[in-house]
Structures are given as structure tokens and as C-alpha cells.
């Protein structure tokens, strides 16, 4: 059964009748009403139209945030084949969070790292909602370090409300572990391909996502702090969420616009939850696409334009 934002509501109304109809349907035989079910899917799939053709920065954030969006382990298990999971920083502790290993993308040995979420609250509270501790990063860096070693490109999903900031995190070290990672980004001599693929929280997110290329999904979202936090912290009031989220220049759209990443993946009508199957193969042809641009950079060329690129980042007009 499909879950509903707060602002899909008219259209939970619409979708469900035309299931009633066809319940009735399908328990009386001598019933027709396929007229009128086909009435109200066209009703509903002009309604679907209608809210997503200009959603606002909050919209756009709860978009983002569905729980049947797809994750980090589904894009692994739909566009990699032979993937290996490696586990632990070989300091503390595995982070199930993060997850990462070697792998083939349509042929091409690669590796692969990335935030999950989970999808049912056993998982979730296992994954811990996708915020990453220090070991998840520094597992990350190993990855990253193995990956320059063997030559392969490096391929992040993130999608994380944030690194985790509880106490045992903070005494591990989780600012210099997030800064290591991005600096681990920023050194690597091969290829490194990012996809915001749901949420891009904080500095949780740029640990995974320093890359010769960023790309986000047209509903994504990547900022430099959640909405509810801002508003906490400018107007004392989470309340404030909507008008936090219209401030921080958080969508896809806007972030192209000022440089900040470099190419949006358009995303099937209603969101990638709608067509999950839709959305995977998107990614995983902007990944060949971009994959297939890099291959005849030399190691210099990829790190020097690396640091070109954020470097660059502000020199746009707001």
C-alpha cells in the first residue's frame, strides 16, 4: 500500500475509491465499473501532475524523506553485480550505516560506498537511520584508500539525515573522522562519481560526497543542516521548517543553479517511489555516462580538477 505525504492527501482520496471500486469489483463479478475507475485514475494521475510540477523546498524535503524511496542497498543490488561487502575500520567497530564494497557496474570493476537508511524499523534502528559514526567514516576512508590503490572508480550513494551526534560518537572522534573522509575524497587519483540519492545532511554528507562529479535527484535534497534545525536555531521554533527550507537552498534545482553540483537526474512522476525500477535505471545511466567521460584522465587531471571544482563553489551569483 503506497504511503501518502501530508500534502498527497486529495489524492489518497481519489486512488482509494478507485481501489473500492475495484475491490467491489473483483468480489461481485457481474459488476462493471471500469469506466468509472478509469475516470478516476485519470482524475488522480492529472492531480499527481498538478502537485509535483512546482513543489516547494519543504515538499520537496518530505519527497526526499519517503520511506519507500528507494535506498542505498537497493541501488547496490539492482545496477552492481558481484558485489563484496567489506566490513569495519579495523579500529572499533563495523557502522551499519555505511555500507560499501567492491563490485562490477555493467562490466567495470568498481567501488562502491553509501549511506542506509533501512526500510522497516528493525533495519532502521539497526542502520540507525543512515547517521553514520565515526567508524563509519573511517571505513569509508579505508574503502576509498583500497579503491586509489586497485585503480577503481569510486561510486557514493548518500543519503543521510546527518552524521549520528550522540555522545560515544563525539568521543570517538566524529568531526576529525567526517574531515578525514573528505579529505580522503579530495586525494584520491581515480575517478569519484556522487549521488544524492534522498537526503544530503550536513557535513555527513559531504564526507561521502567531494567528488569529481555530483549528481542529485530531481526530489533530493542537500544542505548544510535539516530545516527543523535551522528553524530551531534562527527562530527558536522547528515550526518554522517551511520557511527554513525556502532559505537554505537546499533542492537540486537551486544547487545546480549556484554550481554547488553538477547534473540533476530527473526523477518519474510522483516521486522515485512511484517507479523505483524507473529511477534505478536513471542512476545507473548517468553513472555509465559520467564513468565512460573519465576514462582517459590521468590521475593528476582528476585530482587537480577536483579541487578546482570546490574551490569554485561561491563564485556563482546567488
Known amino acids: 500500500m503506497t ?34 475507475a478509469a475516470a478516476l485514475d485519470d482524475k488522480a494521475q492529472e ?29 547496490i543490488d539492482a545496477l552492481f553485480d558481484e558485489y563484496t561487502p567489506l566490513a569495519g575500520d579495523r579500529n572499533f567497530a563495523d557502522d551499519h550505516a555505511v555500507m560499501g564494497g567492491l563490485a562490477r557496474f555493467r562490466g567495470r570493476p568498481v567501488m562502491v560506498i553509501g549511506h542506509e537508511k533501512g526500510n522497516d524499523t528493525k533495519s532502521r534502528i539497526e542502520r540507525n537511520f543512515g547517521m553514520a559514526r565515526p567508524e563509519g567514516y573511517r571505513k569509508a576512508i579505508r574503502l576509498m584508500d583500497m579503491a586509489d590503490r586497485f585503480n577503481l572508480p569510486i561510486i557514493t550513494l548518500v543519503d543521510t539525515p546527518g552524521a ?64 527543523e534545525g535551522c528553524a530551531s536555531i534562527l527562530w527558536k521554533d522547528a515550526e518554522k521548517m517551511r520557511e527554513a527550507a525556502e532559505a537554505l537552498r537546499l533542492t537540486a534545482q537551486d544547487l545546480e543553479r549556484l554550481g554547488v553540483v553538477d547534473k540533476v537526474i530527473p526523477e518519474p512522476m510522483g516521486g522515485a517511489h512511484r517507479d523505483s525500477t524507473a529511477t534505478l535505471e536513471a542512476v545507473g545511466d548517468m553513472i555509465e555516462a559520467t564513468l565512460t567521460d573519465f576514462e582517459n584522465r590521468d590521475r593528476d587531471a582528476l585530482i587537480k580538477g577536483r579541487r578546482q571544482k570546490y574551490l569554485a563553489i561561491g563564485s556563482k551569483g546567488l
Not at 8 to 33: F, S, T
Not at 47 to 72: D, G, N
Open 47 to 75: 492531480l499527481l501532475q498538478e502537485l509535483y510540477k512546482s513543489l516547494t523546498p519543504w515538499r520537496k524535503c518530505q519527497v526526499a524523506r519517503h520511506p519507500e524511496r528507494p535506498h542505498c542497498k537497493d541501488y
Open 164 to 227: 549520528y551526534p550522540g555522545k560515544g560518537a563525539e568521543e570517538r572522534g566524529q568531526s576529525e573522522a567526517i574531515a578525514r573522509s573528505t579529505e580522503a575524497c579530495l586525494k584520491v587519483g581515480v575517478p569519484m562519481i556522487s549521488i544524492i540519492i534522498g537526503e544530503g545532511g550536513s557535513g555527513g554528507a559531504v564526507a561521502f560526497a567531494t567528488a569529481n562529479t555530483v549528481a542529485m535527484l530531481e526530489h533530493s535534497v542537500y544542505s548544510v543542516i535539516s530545516p
Open 3 to 36: 504511503q501518502y505525504l501530508e500534502f498527497e492527501k486529495p489524492l489518497a482520496e481519489i486512488e482509494g475509491k478507485a481501489e473500492e471500486l475495484r475491490a467491489l469489483a473483483r468480489a461481485n463479478e457481474e459488476m462493471d465499473v471500469s469506466e468509472e
